[in-house]
Structure formats: C-alpha cells, structure tokens
C-alpha cells in the first residue's frame, strides 16, 4: 500500500526552508504591527486620562439665567489605526438644537444617579451605544448654552467600533463620523465675533465634509483638541490634517 505524505516532504529542503522562513517573517510583522497599534491606543488614552485628571475644571457661565443640568459623551473610536469622534445630526423633531450637529447628550432626568449616568442613558436612547461598552477618561469643563439655557457637563470616553449603533429617529438624523486628523486641519476650522446680549465674544465653527460644528459642541470640542493636542502634544495639530 501506497504511504501518503504531506506535500513539503516531497519538495528540496531548501525550497521548505526558504517559504516556512518567509511565513515566519510575516508572523513576526502582524504581530509587531499588533503591538504598535495596542501602544499607540494605549498611549492615546493614558494622555486623555491623564491630561483631563491633572487639571481643575471651570464653570464656564454665560448668562445670569437659571441653567438646567446636562451632561453630553464626546465618544471616541479607533478605525484602522485613527482616532474618530462620533457626532449626532439631530432632527428636527427635537424641542432644543434642531438639525445640529451635537454630541450625544441631553438634560438630567431624576433617575440618573450622577451626571455620567445622565450622558451614558442619553447616549443609549440616542444611539443604541450601552454604558458598559463606554469607557470614560474624564470629563472637561461645565459649560452654558447660549439659548437652551443647560449647564453641559461633558465626558470624553472610548467607545468600540465596529458597533451595532441603533438610531432614536425621532431624535437623531444620522451619525457624523469625523477623524481626528481633520478635526486638527486648521484649515477646517475658523472663529467669527459674535455678540449676545451685548456681549462680545468669539465663536469657534469646525468645518467636515460639508458640514458644520458650532455652539456649544465646538466649545467643548476645541477645548478638547486643545487640551490633548497643544503645541506640546505627541498629538499635535497641523494645517494640512497630517
């Protein structure tokens, strides 16, 4: 009876040698690429937690009005070695910010337990993103509205991605995925004077695809940018996105 080998057995030794080498080596590449992407996000984190650990945050008010308590996520997710923000497009069905592009957030309910609570349980209604699959780094600066008259309170967390986002249509009109690198293009963003009630202050507006973040979403997020992205960041930002 005729003994059945496996095929390599067959082949010049050398020949064998020569492709377990090459498979070799490219085991030892994916694994290396592995590790660097794994520093690089845990890198990226460990600045966020600690930038926004180490500072004492304001209370940032701009009117003498009553202000509601709210709480807002800035989530961030890691595509193919870039960083994102996940911004909503809210609809016009919604009784504050119709058609803008805001974070997932909204006003304290009496059964939220704390402020996260408040932006985790909105995150959820909104997107479909449950709190457990959130992981906060720290929270930036309360801030008023200017109409709506909320006191923000937001949270910078990680979120995974892919993910299986579930969309409140009466609430929200589509996800705005924007990365990082262009959200640090300074050609994507400009400040225009504005007055309010006599008052004169400068207004920041972020510019993708099309589309434009003002209010007090681009408060919060310049804040954001300019605390982990300063001048003396490994992040830095830069005028063409790279």
């Known amino acids: 009876m005729r003994k059945l080998c496996p095929p390599f057995l067959n082949r010049h030794p050398i020949e064998v040698f020569l492709e377990l080498t090459i498979v070799s080596k490219e085991l030892r590449v994916t694994d290396s690429s592995s590790i660097v992407e794994n520093s690089k996000r845990k890198k990226m984190k460990e600045k966020i937690r600690r930038v926004l650990s180490q500072r004492e945050r304001q209370t940032i008010i701009i ?18 070695g870039e960083y994102y923000i996940l911004f909503t497009k809210r609809t016009q069905k ?24 408040t932006a985790l349980r909105e995150t959820f209604e909104e997107i479909g993103v449950h709190p457990e699959d959130v992981e906060i780094l720290g929270e930036l600066d309360r801030m008023s509205t200017f109409t709506s008259n909320f006191l923000i309170t937001p949270f910078v967390g990680i979120i995974p991605y892919p993910y299986g986002f579930t969309i409140s249509r009466d609430e929200i009109e589509e996800l705005v995925k924007v ?44 804040q954001f940018l300019d605390l982990v992205f300063d001048e003396g960041s490994d992040f830095k930002r830069t005028s063409n996105g790279t």
Not at 63 to 80: F, G, M, N
Not at 94 to 117: C, M, N, T, W, Y
Not at 207 to 221: P, S
Request: glycine letters at 8%; a negative charge.
């Open 63 to 80: 009117s003498d009005v009553p202000l509601a308590p709210a709480a807002v996520l800035l989530p961030l997710y890691e595509r193919e």
């Open 94 to 117: 919604v009784q504050h910010h119709k058609g803008q592009i805001s974070f997932p957030g909204g006003a304290r309910h009496d059964e939220d337990q704390d402020l996260v609570g």
């Open 179 to 222: 990365p990082i690198s262009a959200l640090l293009d300074k050609n994507n963003y400009r400040e225009e004077f504005q007055v309010y009630e006599g008052m004169t202050y400068s207004a920041s507006f972020f510019e993708y695809e099309g589309k434009v973040i003002w209010g007090a979403t681009a408060r919060i997020l310049k």
